[in-house]
């Protein structure tokens, strides 16, 4: 039995590469997500702590650990580095590729959030358009309680239920479906005369070259808060091939 953290669109390819390889896994994700019924699969959802992850993969006899998750879902990296090193379990990492950094004059990278937040102070540049994720609303408060920001969250009652939860006015937030292009950015961004940005180094899945392409097309500077360091015993995979060899390897 193999255990996959997904709720991304790594994790399904990793559930489509496994049910096509005929491999048993459990899908784990925080929050209930809509899956296909692939072959081989049962779900679960909810947090876990380092000791529940470890009861789980005890109680289910996993083999080995897919870590398709967000590559922000640094409490989960965390908790999976920590059940795999108790139980001995190896954890492939499904990684999202990387754009290429971008040299844009208006493009600035910083380590963190928290760093994010001590830039977006010294710039005192206002309206922000925070296109990081509302998971981000409660570290971006110090900035927020003070200066003019908008959030653009997927219209969701769990997205909802965070931005209620940190007491950030609805007024702020700009909901709609995942997809967005640089055009649509580009009129968000006039519309509410944006003077800075926010994102994440998410990739193209979570719409980083588009976030680029607006910064260019509006002249409005880009925070990109870089992705956190993976832990060294997570062995990284590009693509359903190399993850299958992988695992085939691991079992033989």
Same mark, same amino acid.
């Given at each position: 039995?193999l ?26 994700? /925080? ?26 993969? /005890? ?92 959030? /653009? ?43 800075v ?31 956190p360091?993976?832990?060294?015993s ?5 693509d ?13």
């Amino acid at each position: 039995m193999l255990l996959v953290f997904g709720g991304t669109t790594e994790g399904r390819r990793c559930a489509a590469a496994l049910a096509s390889g005929e491999r048993p896994f459990l899908y784990s994700t /925080r929050t209930p997500v809509d899956m296909p019924a692939f072959l081989g699969m049962r779900v679960r959802h909810g947090a876990l702590t380092p000791a529940a992850l470890v009861a789980l993969c /005890r109680a289910e006899g996993v083999r080995g650990i897919v870590h398709a998750a967000h590559p922000f879902a640094e409490q989960l990296h965390a908790t999976v580095q920590a059940a795999a090193e108790t139980l001995g379990l190896p954890v492939w990492r499904f990684e999202r590729a990387r754009p290429p950094r971008s040299i844009d004059p208006l493009v600035h990278y910083v380590p963190s959030l928290a760093a994010a937040v001590e830039t977006l102070l010294a710039l005192d540049q206002a309206p922000l358009l925070a296109l990081s994720g509302v998971q981000t609303i409660p570290v971006l408060r110090p900035f927020w309680q003070t200066h003019t920001t908008y959030f /653009r969250i997927l219209d969701r009652p769990d997205s909802w239920a965070v931005v209620d939860e940190a007491g950030f006015p609805h007024a702020g937030i700009i909901a709609g479906p995942p997809d967005m292009d640089a055009r649509v950015i580009g009129d968000i961004v006039r519309a509410r005369a944006i003077r800075v940005m926010l994102t994440k180094e998410s990739g193209v899945p979570g719409g980083q070259p588009a976030k680029i392409a607006a910064s260019r097309a509006t002249g409005v500077p880009l925070l990109i808060v870089e992705r956190p360091v993976l832990p060294a015993s997570f062995r990284l995979v590009a693509d359903e091939a190399a993850l299958m060899a992988a695992i085939a390897a691991a079992a033989s």
